[in-house]
């Protein structure tokens, strides 16, 4: 099996874009400010938890510590990048640490957490001087972000199972509003009291429900949806 020790780009571009040269450096953190610019730029306008400047740093950081271990293991005869890797752990923790539940009991903050990652792993790649691999991870990490972010609103839309957040005018009502639901042509998957409201007394739930009834797949989520927001018990609903 051929083994392919250079980097095509790396190889196009010439000599001075390898190693750790004063050319070299300044290319790979002009990249890597460009990459994390529109990153930063289209998590932002989306209002996510991590934005421009947080991806630039990241960036950036994983950049400058890659060329640190590329020149210890050129000048000192290191076999692991450990400056590298005890980064990408740091990333994986800080971006752990955007994940949170809404009031709604919604997810928020996983894609943001998982970019960050991925956005420090490219620029490992890119100051170890893996240029192809660095552009072709990061053109499938914006593909993710924003082509694949309709492709998944797309599935979920027409998908048979879907969640809402519930709010009853009463907890005793919920009894009604799963007896009338089931009537409707849906099944109940599972009801879940929303803990951002536990101690308070109103009646507010997460519940996760499948379409059964056939006529009923043929309508959109948001159909379903404004059906049920107009029953006697029910205050609010809307899908998350």
């Known amino acids: 099996m051929d083994i392919i020790t250079s980097d095509w780009l790396a190889d196009l571009m010439g000599e001075w874009s390898q190693g750790i040269g004063i050319w070299s450096i300044v290319f790979k ?25 947080t991806f630039i740093v990241v960036g950036l950081a994983s950049t400058a510590v890659s060329i640190a271990d590329l020149y210890l293991i050129l000048a000192c005869n290191v076999s692991f990048p450990f400056l590298s890797a005890a980064t990408i752990i740091g990333v994986a923790i800080i971006g752990a640490n955007t994940i949170l539940f809404s009031s709604k009991n919604q997810l928020k903050g996983l894609t943001t957490s998982v970019g960050l990652w991925g956005t420090a792993i490219i620029g490992v790649v890119l100051g170890l001087g893996l240029y192809t691999v660095a552009l072709i991870a990061y053109a499938v990490l914006m593909l993710c972000l924003t082509l694949f972010t309709h492709l998944e609103k797309f599935n979920k839309a027409h998908s048979n199972h879907f969640e809402v957040h519930l ?10 509003f799963t007896a009338t639901i089931r009537e409707f042509g849906l099944k109940i998957d599972d009801i879940e009291i929303n803990p951002a409201y536990a101690n308070s007394g109103l009646g507010v739930y997460t519940v996760s429900m499948t379409i059964v009834d056939k006529e009923l797949r043929k309508k959109t989520h948001a159909e379903l949806i404004q059906a049920l927001s107009a029953l006697d018990c029910v205050t609010y609903i809307e899908e998350i």
Do not use: M, S, W
């Open 167 to 176: 709010e009853l005018k009463g907890r005793n009502l919920l009894q009604e």
């Open 29 to 53: 953190i002009a990249v890597i400010l460009i990459f994390t610019t529109v990153l930063g730029c289209e998590r932002a306008r989306n209002r996510h938890a991590a934005g421009l400047r």
